[in-house]
């Protein structure tokens, strides 16, 4: 059987219209953006696209397949949402993604998880973006939707507009059993004062493929860097499951923050070095 294989680049959408588009959207589109689903392999319990941002769409052959996430993309670890229509419902169609930097002279793989069907056509992608797009340096990040159809397979590349925030939320760090983590923390780059929950997500790197790691303590402390002070009140973040992890942290007032972080196993510290988020407090 001869397979055919072709290759089809969408230029994602312009951030700054978004807005626009998604206005656009609701009045014309409505049914497409509603769709609720339940994510069964993880602790979030629905997917809605219709609180997402689009950021690239594409329409071949009776296909429609189109990629969401939940806010604007930067270097850290982000959860992308494909979603796969097709007209002709008979055909079964098996996708599969991967993710590419590409910087002109050359490009190379990015660490991601395997896809996850969602059912009703909705697939997760969770990747760690290590680096964000270098302006004039290549296209950046490329999305590669690879679809395979009985005969043949379709390639589909968006690129992705990849931020660089002024604080890193993923880190990359070896443990002293010789694995490689990025641990994410998932604080926003500013927070408000006082008390709160803080999460993150742990994934273990195995040349470009990322997978949970549940089996650790992640143990924190903040400090006040130009008051030279902590704080009480925190808790270290315990998994949840998924290789996310919860704990909770206390800003006891406004200001630059740093967040130290240890990874621990049985009272051990197996991070062989400390971690560290900054975040604005405000
Ligand atoms: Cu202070």
Same mark, same amino acid.
């Given at each position: ?31 497409? !953006? #509603? ?5 069964? /392999? ?11 941002? !689009? ?5 071949? @052959?009776?296909? =429609?397949?189109?990629?969401?996430? /939940?806010?604007?993309?930067?270097? %850290? ?5 494909? =979603?796969?229509? +097709? ?6 169609? /098996? ?24 059912? +009703? *056509? ?13 302006? @004039? ?35 990359? #760090? ?31 790197? @195995? %040349?470009?493929?990322? /997978? ?25 973040? %315990?998994?949840?499951?998924? *290789? =996310? ?36 407090? =405000?």
């Amino acid at each position: 059987m001869k397979t055919i294989t072709r290759s089809i680049t969408v230029a994602a959408k312009h951030l700054y219209l978004i807005p626009l588009v998604l206005s656009m959207y609701s009045c014309n589109h409505t049914t497409k !953006q #509603t769709i609720a689903i339940t994510d069964m /392999s993880s602790s979030d319990s629905t997917v809605d696209l219709s609180h997402m941002i !689009q950021l690239a769409d594409t329409l071949y @052959d009776s296909k =429609k397949i189109s990629l969401w996430t /939940s806010d604007r993309l930067s270097n %850290k670890f982000e959860s992308l949402y494909l =979603k796969y229509e +097709n007209d002709k419902t008979n055909s079964a169609a /098996s996708l599969d993604y991967q993710i590419v930097m590409d910087m002109g002279m050359m490009s190379h793989p990015g660490p991601s998880y395997p896809l996850v069907n969602l059912g +009703n *056509g909705v697939y997760r992608a969770d990747v760690v973006f290590n680096m964000a797009n270098i302006k @004039d340096m290549g296209k950046g990040w490329l999305f590669k939707t690879i679809v395979k159809e009985e005969d043949k397979t379709d390639t589909l590349i968006f690129s992705l507009p990849v931020h660089q925030d002024s604080f890193t939320r993923t880190l990359l #760090t070896k443990t002293k059993r010789n694995d490689q983590l990025f641990v994410s923390c998932l604080l926003p780059q500013e927070v408000k004062v006082g008390k709160q929950t803080i999460a993150f997500v742990l994934s273990k790197k @195995d %040349k470009e493929i990322l /997978s949970n790691v549940d089996d650790y303590t992640v143990a924190i402390e903040p400090f006040m860097p130009a008051m030279k002070h902590g704080s009480s009140e925190n808790e270290h973040a %315990k998994s949840i499951g998924n *290789g =996310k992890y919860s704990g909770m942290i206390h800003f006891s007032m406004p200001g630059e923050w740093i967040v130290k972080v240890k990874l621990m196993k049985d009272k051990e510290t197996l991070s062989e070095d400390t971690l560290i988020y900054t975040v604005k407090v =405000k």
